[in-house]
Structures are given as structure tokens and as C-alpha cells.
């Protein structure tokens, strides 16, 4: 079975604009997490979506969304970017809410801002 | 607000001998799972080891071994026979179900070096 997959892997961009990056989950996992990792740091959570809702957000700003589809993969957007915005964007998925739960990452999104 | 600390930014083993990286965390939730995830230059994180606060046996997986102390707060990791594959970022990190929402807390890892 594939693995969490994730699109792009690497683009850059500019100050102020818009930036749409996606995630595919493991076949069977309904929930789709999403997190930001700067460089020497490690991975801080910004959102988790469980059967297209919404169910957790962290401390990130307005300008940071995401969606579920039907097929539960997702969608993070950030807007009006700055070069802060700039990590590794890495997406988990997991096979529901349970407290058993592994937790699976993809290989990320390499964001520049510049 | 659960907490992850990695005290050890920096690690390192001769080949084929054994290191432990050391985790401490806080939490008031009872029931709880912790991870230790393997980051390479590749940058997926990769599971290598979870455990459940509430089994008091300690998880082992191969060459990887925990030594948790819930009383303590404490989940190290013991990796046996060092290869120069297991060089990588280690990432502690504690599973929170708080609020609804299922996350992972991360600390802020260490690097392992492994000498030849």
C-alpha cells in the first residue's frame, strides 16, 4: 500500500503570495493532519481534519486554512506568504480517532518564501 | 499544555555500541501514547517505537527499546548495536487526544551521530 504521499515536494515563492500544497493519506485513514517544521525545530501542528471537519487547530494564523475532500485527502493553503512561512510542511494521517492510533507522515513539502 | 524536552541537541556512538537519547514530558491526561520518530536527511519522519501509558511494560522493537517512567515523566530511547543507518534526527513526541482533536507534541530533537 502507498504511503502518505504529498505534492510538491519542493517550491519556492514570493513574498505575499498564495500557496496551495496536498496530501493524499494510507488507504483506510480517515484523518489527515497537517504540520510545519523550521528548520532546527520540530514539527508544530496546525491542523487535523477527521472525516472532512475540522477538529483541532493550533496556534497558527488566519492566513493558514486547510480541507478535507470526500476522498479524504487535503489541501493546506497559506496566504499572503511571508518568509517566516518558510519550512517543511509535513502531513500525517491515521486510521481514525481512537486512542491506539499510529500516527503516519509523508516525505513533506519544501516551502522557500523569498 | 503538554510539553516535550529533549535536553541532548547532540548524540553520538561508535559503531555497534549502544546510546541512549533521553525525553521528558508533562501532561495531565492519564491515558496517553508516546513516540520516538526517526527523521534522516530524507526528512520523513519515521516511526520507530511507541509506547502506552497505561501498559507498564516497556516497548521494544528490535534494536530499539524504551524505558518509560510514567511517575517520572521520562521515555528514553536505547538503541542497540548502532548501525551508520540509524545516524538521523530523533524526535521525541506525545500523542494528546485533549479537546477533541488528536495531535502529536513534538520536543525538539536530537541529532546521532554514529562513528564507524
Known amino acids: 500500500d502507498a504511503g502518505v504521499t504529498q505534492s510538491p515536494t519542493h517550491l519556492i515563492k514570493t513574498r505575499g503570495q498564495q500557496v496551495t500544497l496536498r496530501c493524499s493519506p494510507i488507504s483506510g485513514h480517515k484523518s489527515v493532519s497537517w504540520y510545519q517544521q523550521v528548520l532546527g525545530q520540530g514539527p508544530q501542528f496546525i491542523f487535523q481534519y477527521y472525516e472532512k471537519e475540522e477538529r483541532g487547530r493550533g496556534n497558527f494564523p488566519d492566513r493558514f486554512s486547510a480541507r478535507q475532500f470526500p476522498n479524504y485527502s487535503s489541501e493546506l493553503n497559506v496566504n499572503a506568504l511571508l518568509l517566516g512561512d518558510s519550512a517543511l510542511y509535513l502531513c500525517?494521517?491515521?486510521?481514525?480517532?481512537?486512542?491506539?492510533?499510529?500516527?503516519?507522515f509523508g516525505e513533506g513539502s519544501w516551502l522557500t518564501v523569498v | 499544555a503538554q510539553t516535550v524536552t529533549q535536553s541532548q541537541p547532540e548524540m553520538s556512538v561508535q559503531e555497534a555500541e549502544t546510546v541512549t537519547l533521553s525525553c521528558t514530558y508533562d501532561?495531565?491526561?492519564?491515558?496517553?501514547?508516546l513516540f520516538w520518530y526517526k527523521q534522516p536527511p530524507s526528512r520523513q519522519m519515521i516511526l520507530v517505537i511507541r509506547?502506552?501509558?497505561?501498559?507498564?511494560q516497556n516497548a521494544t522493537e528490535n534494536r530499539f527499546s524504551v524505558n518509560f517512567q510514567k511517575a517520572a515523566k521520562s521515555f528514553s530511547l536505547k538503541i542497540s548495536d548502532s548501525q551508520l543507518g540509524d545516524a538521523a534526527m530523533y524526535f521525541c513526541?506525545?500523542?494528546?487526544?485533549?479537546?477533541?482533536?488528536?495531535?502529536?507534541?513534538f520536543g525538539k530533537g536530537t541529532k546521532l551521530t554514529v562513528n564507524p
Open positions: 509506547q502506552e501509558a497505561y501498559k507498564q
Open positions: 500525517a494521517s491515521s486510521r481514525d480517532r481512537s486512542s491506539g492510533n499510529t500516527i503516519y
Open positions: 513526541a506525545y500523542r494528546s487526544l485533549q479537546g477533541g482533536s488528536e495531535k502529536l507534541v
Open positions: 501532561t495531565s491526561e492519564s491515558d496517553y501514547y
